[in-house]
């Protein structure tokens, strides 16, 4: 009997020690599938937004700043804005960061967050399908939004 309870706590052992190594193998075999994966959706986007272009892995530069793909399995972080600029993140984690005035086409989708970090007093607007204001928001502040009806921003 005692030889079967050392032998279930060696084996027990052994597993929890293997654990993690197993687990370490599986994320990197995993990695470059998901390294596919972003690279297949920075793909799409790039052929069907014309005038953008790929930064890094999950970068891209689009018209009046830059999105940052969530990259899969991703924890979606507090939304960070550097001084200056309008950021958003969507619903799905998509992060962008408008630093130019202008207006600009929007695909940000689901309920997400805004900081609006640019000078006090900038005016940021949100556009629906027709052209039409949905809302403004007035630097510095930050707050919740539903993205999926915004079509264009225009963050000054």
Not at 88 to 98: A, L, S, V, W
Not at 116 to 121: A, I, P
Not at 129 to 156: F, Q
């Amino acid at each position: 009997m005692a030889s079967r309870k050392a032998l279930a706590t060696l084996v027990t052992a052994a597993a929890l020690v293997a654990s993690p190594a197993l687990a370490g193998a599986a994320s990197a075999a995993a990695e470059p599938a998901q390294a596919a994966r972003l690279q297949q959706r920075v793909d799409t986007y790039l052929a069907t937004h014309p005038g953008t272009h790929q930064l890094s892995a999950n970068k891209i530069a689009i018209p009046g700043g830059s999105l940052t793909l969530s990259a899969p399995g991703s924890n979606v972080a507090a939304l960070a804005c550097s001084s200056g600029h309008l950021c958003i993140q969507d619903g799905t984690g998509e992060k962008y960061d408008y630093y130019y005035c202008g207006l600009y086409n929007f695909d940000g989708i689901g309920d997400g967050t805004f900081n609006n970090n640019q000078t006090s007093g900038t005016v940021a607007r949100f556009y629906n399908s027709d052209g039409s204001l949905r809302w403004t928001n007035t630097a510095k502040d930050t707050g919740t939004a539903s993205w999926s009806p915004v079509y264009k921003i225009r963050p000054c």
